[in-house]
């Protein structure tokens, strides 16, 4: 994002897998544990230092110099720099040795002798193709040279290839920074493995156009672009990697005549295959079975094969499998269980709580409005356990089926809105920061608490009985939001959201189940709330008594 907002150009996100190594770097190196010992001296049981003025800035701009220009003070601006940018350093040589990209080529490749802007000071000027004020002072304070052998990189740096008329996507030609060196880097902390160092990764192998092309170098000085000799402006990182060719790659023949025998030697060795598979089981159903048992086998695989021979059948052993227990029951089935006594206990209970808060009221069916319809009632049962697995308790649950609704004529608004986990983890920290005290409260039969909007009748549940003995006769007018109806979220929200603002709080601008009070904080999530307030408060228990 720094990069980004200082120099947009050169930021794209083809360049995020270079980012993130360099994060993952910045923690091993930067990340103290409680004893001061970062993750790369854990991990290697050695101790050395960390030089501050080694770390540079990520997507910075960096200019590459020559050899030559490596003891020069103060090297030409127009010639002997070449602008690239900065994406970490090398793993696969020392640990100073900067991994720059080359926007022209879309070359990434290590340098040894760079100039660093670290503050994106010299940005303004690139783009106005102007020498920076402050080049002499980069060049005596922002210089690294990570090694005193002499390397040509910045020459091929600066070159482009121009094989075939685009960029070359092999590790070798002008591209290749470090596959013809004979002697490796010298390096304290690390050792390259081979010579396939970063300078063969190329971005611009998505690319199918070529580049600007470049000439040789002069005396001391990097090598320019012919194109771009007199100006240091730079197109858009993004720009560059979406540029495409119109030309048409069209195989050889010598491609042509290898892919034709290949196909050939492939459908001949399928064709023989199928061929001896074929006859292996035509010889096997000749065979004359010789007892009632073989005869009853061959049937059978008979049955079972398959076009190509192979038996298509079942283990045996399948039948005998069940499924998973998840303690949750219809009622069908809840009266197959050995516990049933307990969910018929349980279904005693449900009724007598609605009952008694005067859910619903029994209404003879003659007494519905003309056009009205029922709906169903239906019965989930669930054997609630602790952790350890030993059942806790027996729940059951009347619901109405609010699949037989419909929209405009028993429901309008459904929509019920949650707290965001993103407030709650915000919340939580906020509290173990300043020693907060946090509780949690669940409200018994939620949804019933609110009142309906509309009229909704329900025919009478299993395990009900009508005064005359009809249950046909008589239907349930559901004064309260039941379990199961489209509406029942939506009015509890509605009624929680009330309540808690004529108890003084005020819901977030950001969150609209988060509520504000001077000395407190709730956090809705359907029918559990999370409570914040400060420790030796009864802020919390007020709220709940009232």
Known sequence: MHANRNWPEMTSTILWPYAWKEIERRNN??????????????????????????????????????????????????????????????????????????????????????????????????????????????????????????????????TEPQEHGSLSSSAEGAGDFSSDRSNPVPSSSMVPNSSDSEGEIQLANQLKSSPPSASGSEGAEVTRDKSNSNSHKISSLDNISRRTSSRTHKPTSRMKNTYDKTLKKTFGLLTIFGLVCNSAVTVMHSLKPISYAQRVVLQAERLNTMYDGTINSVHHAFASMTGADNGVYTLKDVFKQD?????????????????????????????????????????????????????????????????MQTWGENYWETYAPVVNWLSVRILMIVSIIHDLETRSMDFILAFPQAELDTDVFMELPFGFEAPCGNNKAYVLKLNKSLYGLKQAAHNWFKTLDKGLQDRGFKPSNIDRCVYLRKDCIVLVYVDECVLIQRKNSTSVDSLIHS
């Open 29 to 158: 190196h930067f990340s103290y544990n409680a004893n001061g010992i970062h993750p790369e001296v854990d991990f290697g049981n050695t101790k050395y230092s960390i030089r501050l003025r080694d770390q540079h800035t990520w997507g910075c701009p960096v200019y590459v110099l020559s050899d030559e220009a490596r003891d020069l003070k103060s090297p030409k601006w127009d010639a002997k720099a070449r602008v690239g940018v900065f994406l970490g350093y090398s793993q696969s040589h020392a640990g100073s040795v900067a991994l720059v990209l080359n926007p022209r080529t879309l070359h990434v490749s290590p340098q040894y002798h760079v100039i660093f802007d670290d503050t994106f000071s010299t940005v303004p000027f690139l783009r106005r193709s102007e020498k920076p004020p402050n080049w002499t002072d980069l060049c005596m304070n922002s210089r690294a040279i990570a090694t005193n052998e002499d390397y040509d990189d910045a020459t091929r740096w600066a």
């Open 339 to 403: 516990d049933r006594a307990d969910f018929v206990a349980a279904m005693i209970n449900e009724v007598e709580d609605h009952e008694s808060r005067e859910h619903w009221t029994m209404i003879p069916r003659s007494n519905m409005p003309a056009g009205a319809k029922s709906i169903l009632s239906i019965w989930s049962f669930k054997r609630k356990r602790f952790p350890d697995g030993r059942v806790m308790k027996h729940k059951a649950r009347l619901c109405a089926h609010g699949g």
